[in-house]
């Protein structure tokens, strides 16, 4: 097995009763093969993930492109083979489950994908997007499955409901397909729903209305939310929690509010300084960004991920030494050899 | 008197469809000066990119109208035939980054030749001589030297937009149109972007129309701010009145949908939807989701003049 151990520390804020979903120690590579030679290494996508999420929690991923937002999102959900390491949601463990235990173990998580557009079947009307799951679920009453359509077709606010049930999806806008999309990912009564960029394709008015209904659902029927987002503007009115991810790992895991007031790895601060609010005078100022591009998940650098780009790299230990997850402040975790002595 | 870099006045562009006619840019007016950036914001399908295609004279084959008045420098580019307006004006006194400029580059040539090329063409300049030029543009926009002799699949998504950039400066036109040039790229790499515009600004003094729906990013530009609603500027003027306090109904709802990292103010929406540009409504068409909508909404609204500002809304007229 591919793994490499590294210690880690479980934080006080992350160990409640039981937790929802545990993950620990995740890796998940994906093989790459090159014409003629075979194995040509492993693209590291998730390289030693760990938290837990409590029932009923909200927590935002934020991280730049290719970092393994959605490798992490598509492994909870079932979907990707995890290489090493565990998943263990409401109380089942992912690898150990089969086929019809499987099958109701993805029924148990709603996914809200990151492309509105390209998520929904275009010749599929509504009612026939929303029956699938029910008839996939196994259930069998078609009086049964038009309630329960009717029911998350108003959950949504697609009012009146009649007029949308035989409509496609192109005669929709962005923000009512993303609509769809959520209505099919709560119809089986999920107790956790990923949302990968839910709102990122969707303009700027439409985006608040869609976080503001999925924040109004998760509150209704306690879900606990994964939220993927690069943007961190719009995190703190969707999550209680915040991880931040780069190159595989999270770097940075704490409260949203905390995160905000006191954010600790280079990394996060440097998202946070490149995030702009509508303010005249940006116009005055250049903006400080850390040099270079996030590093190959095929050989990423040696120690700290971050450290090419790091002006606060100490040579000798950032270079050489992965960073385990310090705790400076009880609930606040960070992989940054800059706490090593604050824990 | 001062005269504007450009001026454009009551800019149409219609477009022929089976059902119906799409008023995508339906009299527009704006002016612009020496060494400005103005950013056009607005929602999808508002018509921002059919106002870049209407100023830049790229048109697609079924237009149904393209009418108005773009003075550039003092001429009406429009009274120009296609002939002079390649000659003279596209290139040479503005250039457009469409877009997703950053994926149209051509695969298969090196992404110098492919900078240097528009200078040979427009500018007539020999092979070494555009090479050259494109190696000072590279230098402007942040790309190492040697990046000229790559192919674009060797490049990261921003530095392919880097060099789309240094495509469109490379014969030095006065006005640069970019197209949404940040928002298929990731947090950091559109700072690095927008802090290379604004190095270009200061150093080359050119000037900028950015188009984009992405508010919060276009104020790191912004010395003017234009909001298009359905085919039409509804306000116009500085970012330090507009950014604080925007006058128009629509551009106060919009401002206030951005959530924002640094305040508590929760982010409100706007019910509804834009009007289809097939079949416009009379009067404001903003209108049906308009929360100070009166009677006389019905009819088409003024644009009021306040000190350097435009507004195009029945509140303000008194
Ligand atoms: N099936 C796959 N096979 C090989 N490599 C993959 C596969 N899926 C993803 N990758 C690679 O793994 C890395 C992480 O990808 P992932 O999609 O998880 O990133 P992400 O954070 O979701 O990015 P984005 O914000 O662009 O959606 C990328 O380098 C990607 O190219
Ligand atoms: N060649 C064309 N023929 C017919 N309709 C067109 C054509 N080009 C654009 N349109 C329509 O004109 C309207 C404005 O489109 P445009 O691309 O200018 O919007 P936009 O503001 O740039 O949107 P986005 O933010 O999505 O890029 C849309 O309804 C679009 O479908
Ligand atoms: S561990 Fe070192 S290189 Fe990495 S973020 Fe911290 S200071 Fe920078
Ligand atoms: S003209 Fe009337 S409807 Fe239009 S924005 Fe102004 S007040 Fe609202
Ligand atoms: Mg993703
Ligand atoms: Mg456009």
């Not at chain 1, 998202?271 to 250049?286: G, I, K, Q, Y």
């Not at chain 2, 002079?84 to 992404?111: D, G």
Request: glycine share 6%; aromatic share 6%.
């Amino acid at each position: 097995m591919i793994t490499e151990m590294i210690p880690t520390q479980i934080s006080k804020f992350e160990v409640k009763e039981q937790p929802l979903l545990s993950i620990r120690d995740l890796h998940v590579w994906y093989e790459l093969r090159r014409f003629g030679f075979g194995h040509a290494g492993y693209v590291k996508a998730v390289d030693g993930v760990n938290f837990d999420l409590a029932s009923g929690e909200t927590v935002a991923v934020v991280g730049e492109s290719g970092c393994g937002k959605s490798s992490l999102m598509k492994t909870i959900l079932g979907l990707n083979v995890p290489t090493s390491g565990e998943v263990i949601f409401d109380e089942r463990n992912l690898s150990k489950l089969t086929g019809d235990e499987l099958r109701a173990y993805r029924f148990d998580i709603g996914y809200v994908q990151q492309d509105p557009y390209g998520a929904l079947p275009p010749f599929m009307t509504v009612e026939r997007i929303l029956e699938e799951p029910l008839i996939i679920s196994g259930v069998r009453n078609k009086k049964e499955r038009l309630e329960r359509i009717h029911k998350a077709l108003g959950e949504v606010k697609m009012h009146p409901v009649e007029d949308f049930l035989q409509k496609f999806p192109h005669m929709l806008s962005g923000g009512q397909q993303q609509r769809i999309v959520i209505a099919r990912a709560m119809i089986r009564g999920p107790k956790l729903i990923v949302a990968d960029e839910p709102v990122s394709m969707l303009d700027a008015s439409v985006r608040v209305e869609i976080l503001k209904l999925m924040r109004a659902l998760q509150e209704a029927h306690g879900l606990s939310v994964i939220y993927i987002t690069h943007d961190l503007s719009t995190v703190k009115y969707f999550s209680a929690r915040i991880f931040v991810m780069y190159a595989g790992n999270l770097i940075e895991k704490a409260a949203t509010r905390r995160l905000l007031e006191n954010p600790l790895h280079p990394y996060t601060l440097a998202l946070l300084a490149a995030t702009s609010d509508p303010d005249a005078r940006n116009a005055e100022t250049f903006k400080e960004v850390p040099p270079g591009e996030p590093p190959s998940l095929v050989n990423p650098p040696r120690g700290c991920r971050f450290h090419p780009r790091c002006a606060k790299a100490i040579a000798g230990l950032c270079d050489e030494k992965e960073p385990p997850d310090f705790t400076p402040e009880p609930g606040h975790s960070v992989a940054c050899w800059l706490y090593e002595d604050k824990k | 008197m001062k005269q504007n870099l450009l001026k454009v006045r009551d800019l149409v562009l219609h477009f022929r469809t089976e059902h119906g006619d799409v008023q995508a840019v339906d009299g527009v007016d704006f002016d612009l000066d020496h060494h400005k950036a103005v950013v056009v914001l607005g929602e999808s399908g508002c018509g921002k990119t059919s106002l870049s295609k209407a100023i830049l004279r790229l048109l697609p084959r079924n237009v149904k109208r393209y009418s108005g008045q773009v003075h550039l420098q003092g001429t009406d580019v429009m009274t120009l035939n296609d002939e002079e307006y390649r000659k003279n004006v596209r290139w040479v006194s503005m250039s457009l980054v469409p877009q997703a400029a950053m994926n149209a580059l051509n695969p298969v040539l090196r992404v110098g030749d492919q900078v240097a090329e528009p200078a040979m063409i427009h500018l007539g300049v020999s092979r070494n001589e555009a090479l050259a030029q494109a190696r000072r543009m590279f230098q402007h926009v942040g790309v190492p030297d040697d990046f000229l002799e790559r192919y674009p699949f060797e490049l990261s998504g921003g530095m392919r937009q880097r060099v789309a950039l240094a495509m469109a400066l490379v014969t030095t036109p006065a006005l640069i149109v970019l197209d949404e040039p940040t928002s298929a790229l990731d947090l950091l790499t559109q700072a690095n972007i927008m802090n290379v515009l604004k190095r270009i600004k200061h150093e080359l003094g050119t000037s900028f129309i950015l188009i984009t729906h992405d508010i919060a990013t276009s104020s790191e530009l912004a010395d003017e701010v234009a909001i298009m609603y359905a085919g039409q500027i509804v306000e116009v003027g500085e970012a330090k009145d507009f950014f604080p306090a925007p006058l128009h109904p629509y551009s106060q709802m919009l401002m206030a949908s951005v959530p924002r990292l640094r305040s508590e103010t929760d982010p409100m929406f706007i019910t509804g939807q834009p009007p289809s540009l097939i079949a416009l409504p009379k009067g404001c068409r903003f209108a049906a989701r308009c929360p100070f909508r009166m009677e006389k909404c019905s009819e088409e609204p003024p644009v009021v003049t306040q000190g350097n500002r435009k507004v195009k809304c029945w509140l303000h007229a008194q």
